[in-house]
């Protein structure tokens, strides 16, 4: 299965704690895309990066999110001293291009559910 | 501020009728839409797309119409299956790879 690739699937956090999301993107593709679903809202977008590089952070918190995709491995979105308002559905998505109007879609991962208690 | 509003959070249809849609949007900048779908416990998967171009696009059994005069797009499903029932989201985009989402309409075909 050459999809998008997230884990963990489901995240528990006490408050103040550490949460350490991962994706992998589709085979061939260089580009990922960081969104969140809030309950009862739709996605929205966070980050989107490629290979050791952010090329837009307009959508993340200033403080306490940050997001890297190395030259290795997968994609890392982190959020330090999580609060209970962190818990969400955050999802990845990847595309072969940073066009992906041009020559294919945002394919999405399953998405990782966050629960901070 | 929602660019892009489903003002419908759920839709029940029987099966074998018609399964209609509906998004609206404020920006006059976007010019590329797009469906997904999602099932519970998965993430969206890209259903079809349309750009301002167009005011029709076919896939199937899935079409979608573009008025933007009206600032609205339309999702229609013929015939609706049971295995349609999901979430649906509209997104628009103003060409760059950043995609406004709208918060959903659930569908429910009943067989």
């Known amino acids: 299965n050459a999809g998008v690739m997230q884990n963990p699937r489901h995240l528990v956090r006490r408050r103040g704690q550490e949460a350490r999301l991962r994706c992998s993107p589709m085979?061939?593709?260089?580009?990922v895309y960081w969104y969140r679903q809030l309950p009862e809202e739709g996605l929205k977008f966070m980050v989107y990066?490629?290979?050791?590089?952010?090329?837009?952070e307009s959508g993340m918190p200033k403080e306490r999110f940050s997001a890297e995709f190395p030259k290795e491995g997968p994609s890392i979105l982190r959020i330090q001293q999580v609060v209970r308002g962190d818990s969400a559905a955050y999802f990845c998505?990847?595309?072969?291009?940073?066009?992906?109007?041009?020559?294919?879609?945002?394919?999405f991962g399953p998405g990782t559910r966050l629960t901070v208690t | 501020d929602q660019q892009v509003k489903q003002n419908s959070p759920s839709l029940s249809v029987q099966e074998g009728r018609i399964s209609i849609l509906n998004c609206d949007y404020t920006n006059s900048m976007f010019d590329y839409f797009l469906w997904y779908k999602k099932y519970p416990a998965e993430g969206p998967t890209f259903l079809i797309s349309i750009s301002s171009i167009k005011d029709k696009n076919e896939d199937g059994r899935f079409t979608v119409f573009l008025n933007k005069s009206a600032k609205h797009l339309s999702l229609h499903i013929v015939p609706s299956q049971p295995g349609d029932s999901a979430v649906y989201f509209c997104a628009a985009s103003d060409g760059s790879y950043k995609y406004i989402f709208g918060t959903g309409t659930r569908l429910k075909v009943l067989a």
């Open positions: 990066l490629q290979k050791e590089n952010i090329i837009d």
């Open positions: 085979k061939g593709h260089s580009h």
């Open positions: 998505a990847s595309s072969p291009t940073g066009q992906p109007f041009s020559q294919g879609e945002q394919y």
